[in-house]
C-alpha cells in the first residue's frame, strides 16, 4: 500500500484545514491509519487514529475538540479536519497505516511501517 496526503497550506490562527489522505493497494481498507506530525526539531508525534472499520477513534490531548478523523474505505481515503488551529499545530502531517491487521489505535510511530510524503500545515499567529 502507498499513501499520499495533502491538503496542507498556510492559515491564520482559528482558522481550518483539511487533510486528506489517498491510498493505493488492498490492505488500507483491514488496517488501522492515523496522522501523526511533526514540527521543526521535534520529534514525530501522534495526532489521531481511526481503526479500520472506523469503530474507534482515538485523538491526542492536544487536538481533543478541534480536529476530527475519519475514513472512506469504499474510496481508499482518510481525513483529518483541522479546526481551530493555534501555531503549535504548525508542522508537516504524516497519514501512516500498518501492513498487518492488528486491533487498536498505536500512539507511536514504530506502530505503523507505511507512511506517505506529509504535507505541510503552517498556522501564522
Known amino acids: 500500500v502507498q499513501l499520499q496526503a495533502c491538503g496542507g497550506g498556510l492559515v491564520q490562527a482559528g482558522g481550518s484545514l483539511r487533510l486528506s489522505c489517498t491510498a493505493s493497494?488492498?490492505?488500507?481498507?483491514?488496517?488501522?491509519m492515523a496522522w501523526f506530525r511533526q514540527a521543526p526539531g521535534e520529534e514525530r508525534e501522534f495526532v489521531a487514529g481511526?481503526?479500520?472499520?472506523?469503530?474507534?477513534?482515538h485523538l491526542a490531548d492536544s487536538v481533543k475538540g478541534r480536529f476530527a478523523i475519519s475514513r472512506d474505505n469504499a474510496k481508499n481515503t482518510g481525513c483529518l479536519q483541522m479546526n481551530s488551529l493555534k501555531p503549535e499545530d504548525t508542522g508537516i502531517y504524516y497519514c501512516?497505516?500498518?501492513?498487518?491487521?492488528?486491533?487498536?489505535?498505536?500512539?507511536?510511530?514504530?506502530?505503523?511501517?507505511?507512511w506517505g510524503e506529509g504535507t505541510l500545515v503552517t498556522v501564522s499567529s
Open positions: 493497494g488492498r490492505t488500507f481498507s483491514i488496517s488501522t
Open positions: 501512516t497505516t500498518r501492513k498487518s491487521t492488528i486491533a487498536g489505535i498505536g500512539t507511536s510511530a514504530r506502530n505503523y511501517d507505511v
Open positions: 481511526i481503526t479500520a472499520s472506523s469503530y474507534s477513534t
